[in-house]
C-alpha cells in the first residue's frame, strides 16, 4: 500500500479515535482538574499551617515530577499496593492530578489579584466567606485565571499522547498500531499532528471569544 492510499485509509480511524478518546480524555480530565485545583487553591490561602502545607506539598510534587512519572506510578505501580486501574482511568487520574497541581496555583494567584477592598466590602454587608468566594471573588478572579487555564487545557490536548504508553488507544496510539505494519510513520504521525494542530486551533479560538466576552464587563 502506497502512502496516500495508507493516509485516506486511516483518515476515519484516526478522527474515531480522536473523538471517542482523545477528546473525552481531555475534557474529563480539565474538568475534574479543576475541580481540585480550586479544592488545592483554596487549602494553599488557608490560615490552618496543616492545611496549607498538605496542598503546598501536593503542588511540589506534581510540579516536580515529570507527567509521564505519574502516569508510569498510577498504572503500574500503584497494583503493588493493591490498587489496579484499567488504561483509561488511569490516565484520567493522572492527568487530573496534573492539572490540578499546576492549575491550583493558577487559582490561587488569581484569587489573590482580586483586592481586598472586595472581601471587606462583603464582609462588611454580613456576606458569609463561602457566599463571598462564589458571588465577588471567583467571578472577578475567573478573568485573570482564563488565559493561563485555558493554554493548560490546550497543552493537555498534546499530553494525551502519552497516554499511549499505558495502553489507551487515543491517536497517537492509533496512529502507532496503523503505521507498524508498512513502516509509514512519517504519514501517519503526520496526519496524527494535523487531528493535534486542529483541535488546538479549536481550542485557541474558543480561548479568544471567551476572553473577549470576560473584557466586554470590564469598566475602562
Same mark, same amino acid.
Given at each position: 500500500?502506497?502512502? =496516500?492510499?495508507?493516509?485516506?485509509?486511516?483518515?476515519?480511524? !484516526?478522527?474515531?479515535?480522536?473523538l471517542?478518546?482523545?477528546?473525552? #480524555?481531555?475534557?474529563?480530565?480539565?474538568?475534574?482538574? &479543576?475541580?481540585?485545583?480550586?479544592? +488545592?487553591?483554596?487549602?494553599?490561602?488557608?490560615?490552618?499551617? #496543616?492545611?496549607?502545607?498538605?496542598?503546598?506539598?501536593?503542588?511540589?510534587?506534581? /510540579?516536580?515530577?515529570?507527567?509521564? &512519572? =505519574?502516569?508510569?506510578?498510577?498504572?503500574?505501580?500503584?497494583?503493588? !499496593?493493591? &490498587?489496579?486501574?484499567?488504561?483509561?482511568? $488511569?490516565?484520567?487520574?493522572?492527568?487530573?492530578?496534573?492539572?490540578?497541581?499546576?492549575?491550583?496555583?493558577?487559582?490561587?494567584?488569581?484569587?489573590l489579584?482580586?483586592?481586598?477592598?472586595?472581601?471587606?466590602?462583603?464582609?462588611? +454587608?454580613g456576606?458569609?466567606? +463561602?457566599?463571598?468566594?462564589? /458571588?465577588?471573588?471567583?467571578?472577578? $478572579?475567573?478573568?485573570?485565571?482564563?488565559?493561563? #487555564?485555558?493554554?493548560?487545557?490546550?497543552?493537555?490536548?498534546?499530553?494525551?499522547?502519552?497516554?499511549?504508553?499505558?495502553?489507551?488507544?487515543? !491517536?497517537? /496510539?492509533?496512529?502507532?498500531?496503523? $503505521?507498524?505494519?508498512?513502516?509509514?510513520?512519517?504519514? &501517519?504521525?503526520?496526519?496524527?499532528?494535523?487531528?493535534?494542530?486542529?483541535?488546538?486551533?479549536?481550542?485557541?479560538?474558543? =480561548?479568544?471569544?471567551?476572553?473577549?466576552? =470576560?473584557?466586554?464587563?470590564?469598566a475602562?
Amino acid at each position: 500500500m502506497n502512502g =496516500q492510499n495508507l493516509i485516506l485509509d486511516s483518515l476515519w480511524p !484516526l478522527l474515531q479515535a480522536t473523538l471517542t478518546l482523545t477528546i473525552p #480524555l481531555t475534557l474529563i480530565s480539565f474538568v475534574l482538574g &479543576l475541580a481540585v485545583a480550586l479544592a +488545592v487553591a483554596l487549602m494553599r490561602l488557608s490560615s490552618v499551617p #496543616l492545611v496549607s502545607g498538605v496542598a503546598r506539598s501536593f503542588v511540589s510534587i506534581i /510540579r516536580g515530577t515529570p507527567l509521564l &512519572l =505519574q502516569l508510569f506510578i498510577i498504572y503500574y505501580g500503584l497494583p503493588a !499496593l493493591g &490498587l489496579t486501574f484499567d488504561p483509561f482511568p $488511569a490516565a484520567i487520574l493522572a492527568f487530573t492530578l496534573n492539572v490540578g497541581g499546576y492549575g491550583a496555583e493558577v487559582i490561587r494567584s488569581s484569587i489573590l489579584s482580586v483586592p481586598k477592598g472586595q472581601w471587606e466590602a462583603a464582609s462588611t +454587608v454580613g456576606m458569609p466567606y +463561602v457566599t463571598t468566594l462564589r /458571588r465577588v471573588v471567583l467571578p472577578q $478572579a475567573t478573568r485573570t485565571a482564563i488565559p493561563p #487555564l485555558s493554554n493548560t487545557l490546550i497543552s493537555l490536548v498534546k499530553d494525551t499522547s502519552l497516554a499511549s504508553t499505558i495502553q489507551v488507544t487515543e !491517536l497517537l /496510539r492509533v496512529a502507532q498500531e496503523a $503505521a507498524a505494519p508498512t513502516y509509514q510513520f512519517f504519514a &501517519l504521525y503526520g496526519v496524527a499532528a494535523a487531528y493535534y494542530w486542529v483541535v488546538c486551533l479549536v481550542l485557541s479560538f474558543g =480561548q479568544t471569544r471567551l476572553e473577549e466576552r =470576560q473584557n466586554r464587563y470590564v469598566a475602562i
